[in-house]
Antibody, heavy 119, light 111 residues
Framework: QVQLQESGPGLVKPSQTLSLTCTVS??????????WSWIRQPAGKGLEWIGR???????NYNPSLKSRVTISVDTSKNQFSLKLSSVTAADTAVYYC???????????WGQGTLVTVSS | QAGLTQPPSVSKGLRQTATLTCTGN????????AAWLQQHQGHPPKLLSY???NRPSGISERFSASRSGNTASLTITGLQPEDEADYYCSAWDSSLSAHWVFGGGTKLTVL
């Protein structure tokens, strides 16, 4: 059973860079045809896809966030990471990492981690 | 970029049938089909169906999905109290800036 777990600071100051890591267990991040995504959800609002990475390093990003987002993968640690620069209060949200399988759907999700942007 | 369109709320009685809709365009729902996710308060989303009507292992047959043109639907039969949740659709958008899009979510209330 694949499990994903987000980790990182819960509080980030405005204009700084938000950094989160997702650790994958129960399987190798580099086996199979999977993409690994970051998705966020502001309190009381819907889901917003941030971006994804394939184990080859190929990435796709949400056009509205592309200029501020970098997603990377570390196959040796079975982890992938998110960096979101120049954050504002609007970036306050629960951040989820998720696996996207060949069926083109997000089938495994982490529990989510709340990141608050505040001075 | 525009997301997918879902009604904000739907209310149905216990043991009734609810049909939730999700409207996109020919680059997303009309092309790749949609996936449906269920989210209970305080929990991560859970995949209910993918590529229009394929259910992951362990998902009840009471949940079925379909698509007509650019609109996807999720039908839940024999509504139970535990079906009260937020439901999201998602689809891969194959336009120039390829990306995932989500619907705004539908809050299903079981009366």
């Amino acid at each position: 059973q694949v499990q994903l777990q987000e980790s990182g600071p819960g509080l980030v100051k405005p204009s700084q860079t938000l950094s989160l890591t997702c650790t994958v267990s129960g399987g190798s991040i580099s086996s199979g045809s999977y993409y690994w995504s970051w998705i966020r959800q502001p309190a009381g609002k819907g889901l917003e896809w941030i971006g994804r990475i394939y184990t080859s390093g190929s990435t796709n990003y949400n056009p509205s966030l592309k200029s501020r987002v970098t997603i990377s993968v570390d196959t040796s640690k079975n982890q992938f990471s998110l960096k979101l620069s120049s954050v504002t209060a609007a970036d306050t949200a629960v951040y989820y990492c998720a696996r996207e399988g060949p069926a083109a759907a997000h089938d495994y999700w982490g529990q989510g981690t709340l990141v608050t942007v505040s001075s | 970029q525009a997301g997918l369109t879902q009604p904000p709320s739907v209310s149905k009685g216990l043991r009734q049938t609810a049909t939730l809709t999700c409207t996109g365009n020919s680059n997303n729902v009309g092309n790749q089909g949609a996936a449906w996710l269920q989210q209970h308060q305080g929990h991560p989303p859970k995949l209910l169906s993918y590529r229009n009507n394929n259910r992951p292992s362990g998902i009840s047959e009471r949940f079925s999905a379909s698509r007509s043109g650019n609109t996807a639907s999720l039908t839940i039969t024999g509504l139970q109290p535990e079906d009260e949740a937020d439901y999201y659709c998602s689809a891969w958008d194959s336009s120039l800036s390829a990306h995932w899009v989500f619907g705004g979510g539908t809050k299903l209330t079981v009366l």
